[in-house]
């Protein structure tokens, strides 16, 4: 890491006077030799730097919210042996008076761990809303398949909400399947307890985004209940979903007096919603979302088929 660091401080100091870089405009011509050609095609960062850790700070709106602290014991390891491999972004901020992580907390919070006294980084100088960091944040976690489930899920709303972007935009925006935003929202529609599964790891993302399409809470939960205990695997739920249910096959009469709730939008659309075990607010919301995620199903299906 000394190594490292010392490199970077005379990599800083050099960007800091006048004298060309080999292969740059300017530089000096003739008999070269092997060290001038390595800088052909190579450029100086001003904004590169180290700085001292304890003028750094986390940003408090990272979307990721929970490290694994195994895997920042072994990146510390990693970083007191190797030393820095890949510098992390910074910006500065008046209010704080310090530099805050834009890019690379996890990098940051092992070198703390493992005792360093700098870190090396990239400072961004130009300006940038919240969410403009917060769009950069979902990039590089998403590239890195660094957050979990749900954190995922809350950094796309916010970003859709604070930009005032439709799904498909933000997908586009940050270059990742249409579909993967569509299943990460669901989520957000899932009573907490079933949540807090998809972000322990107990339930899969894909089981948990089938399980969005199950319109009656009780049975919803039993089902939950089911895929975290290992009883109930995607494909099953998935194949029960597609599945007419008894009683409501072609043909089939009806037991029970249906229940019916019907609303009326602004816009002058009618939705009514039938469920012959009655009706209350939760029912009819879920029952909403569920019909929300076949559309949107028949909409990917017509996607792919194009």
């Known amino acids: 890491m000394a190594s490292f660091n010392q490199g970077m401080r005379t990599h800083v100091a050099g960007s800091m ?39 750094i700070i986390a940003d408090p709106g990272q979307p990721r919210t929970e490290f694994d602290e195994e895997g920042l014991r072994q990146l510390a390891e990693s970083l007191k042996s190797r030393g820095q491999l890949q510098p992390i972004r910074v910006r500065w901020d008046d209010a704080a008076d310090r530099y805050v992580v834009v890019v690379g907390e996890r990098r940051f919070r092992a070198a703390v761990l493992a005792g360093l006294e700098t870190i090396a980084c990239i400072v961004a100088t130009a300006e940038a809303s919240p969410e403009d960091i917060l769009e950069d944040q979902l990039v590089e976690n998403a590239l890195r398949l660094d957050l979990k489930p749900i ?27 249409h579909a993967s935003i569509v299943r990460s929202l669901a989520l957000l529609n899932l009573p907490e307890t079933i949540r807090d599964s998809v972000e322990s790891g107990r339930i899969a993302p894909n089981t948990a985004y089938e399980l969005t399409k199950v319109g009656d809470p009780a049975e919803q939960a039993t089902l939950a209940r089911q895929a975290a205990d290992g009883q109930l695997k995607r494909d099953e739920l998935q194949e029960r979903n597609r599945s007419p249910r008894p009683g409501k096959g072609r043909g089939a009469k009806s037991k029970a007096r249906k229940t019916s709730a019907t609303i009326r939008t602004p816009e002058g659309y009618k939705v009514t919603v039938e469920h012959r075990r009655g009706l209350d607010d939760e029912v009819i919301r879920a029952a909403l979302v569920s019909a929300l995620a076949q559309i949107d199903e028949r909409a990917l299906a017509r996607e792919t088929a194009a």
């Open 151 to 177: 954190e995922q899920a809350r950094a796309y709303k916010r970003l859709l909400e604070a930009r005032g972007l439709s799904q498909r935009q933000l997908a586009e925006r940050l270059q990742i399947g």
């Open 17 to 55: 006077n006048d004298r060309p870089v080999h292969g740059e405009p300017g530089a000096p011509s003739g008999n070269r030799s092997a060290l001038q050609r390595q800088g052909d095609g190579r450029k100086r960062l001003d904004s590169a730097c180290v700085i001292r850790l304890d003028r």
